[in-house]
């Protein structure tokens, strides 16, 4: 079992920027691929940026170039950096971990933008 526990969310202005963070419980943190989802009221739950144990990181074409996701093994920490922030950007986001059949997600954070 594996808990996940996101912080960093909260109200910014348009153009601004946020960074989540999303500590993980255990201690094979390294072995899982991580990523973030986000879910805006009425729609479905969607990619945003993934990360796996190694290898390159994949983000949605939504987010090239505005977000990154970038993880620490030692601190069993993933984060996203999330740049030039936009209205439609406000969601729900969730972090997400997965290992071969086992997929585990934390509570969210919101994050709002908005003038």
């Known amino acids: 079992q594996v808990q996940l526990v996101e912080s960093g969310g909260g109200l910014v202005q348009p153009g601004g920027s946020l960074r989540l963070s999303c500590a993980a419980s255990s201690t094979i943190f390294s072995v899982y691929a991580m990523g973030w989802y986000r879910q805006a009221p009425g729609k479905q739950r969607e990619l945003v940026a993934t990360i796996p144990s190694g290898g390159s990181a994949n983000y949605a074409d939504s987010v090239k170039g505005r977000f990154t996701i970038s993880r620490d093994n030692t601190h069993n920490t993933v984060f996203l950096y999330m740049n030039n922030l936009a209205p439609e950007d406000t969601s729900v986001y969730y972090c997400?971990?997965?290992?071969?059949?086992?997929?585990?997600w934390g509570q969210g954070t919101q994050v709002t933008v908005s003038s």
């Open positions: 997400n971990a997965k290992r071969a059949f086992s997929t585990y």
